[in-house]
């Protein structure tokens, strides 16, 4: 449904917080913080490889429990992350957000349903899923297919 491109969080602190923008290459010294793969493996494949292809294989610093939850990592200054870009509506103190320069990895969000008749409440989310996906297409740059 939701094709994401990807941002770079730091903490404040670190020396590129200002920057508008950052190649990937730029955060090679820096421990990353990745979710468990299990929790997403495309995403998490993606990044690795988006790394590699930039000339580096990343530092992995801690494992986050969740995508979302390398937000506070990163304001802890336990590293930089790699997050979709919706998730910079998560307003952390302490963390900067920069669009990635170059190739970018991007989140691939999809809704799979089932061939047989869907309940009230699937028939529901998905309608629901559909009406948000067209209310913010392109407001991260991501595209929305629906």
Request: charged share 15%; glycine share 8%; hydrophobic share 40%.
């Amino acid at each position: 449904m939701i094709d994401e491109p990807s941002v770079i969080a730091l903490p404040e602190t670190h020396p590129r917080a200002k920057a508008k923008g950052l190649h990937l290459r730029e955060i090679a010294e820096d421990p990353l913080i990745l979710f468990e793969r299990h929790l997403g493996p495309g995403f998490y494949d993606t990044i690795i490889s988006a790394c590699l292809q930039s000339g580096f294989s990343p530092q992995l610093g801690q494992s986050a429990p969740q995508v979302a939850a390398t937000i506070p990592m990163v304001a802890a200054g336990m590293g930089v992350a790699i997050i979709p870009a919706y998730l910079q509506q998560i307003h952390t103190q302490g963390v900067t957000f920069h669009p990635i320069l170059g190739d970018t990895p991007r989140a691939t969000i999809a809704l799979a349903t089932t061939r047989a008749a869907p309940s009230k409440a699937a028939t529901a989310f998905e309608i629901l899923l559909k009406s948000l996906c067209a209310s913010c297409d392109g407001k991260t740059g991501g595209t929305c297919r629906v």
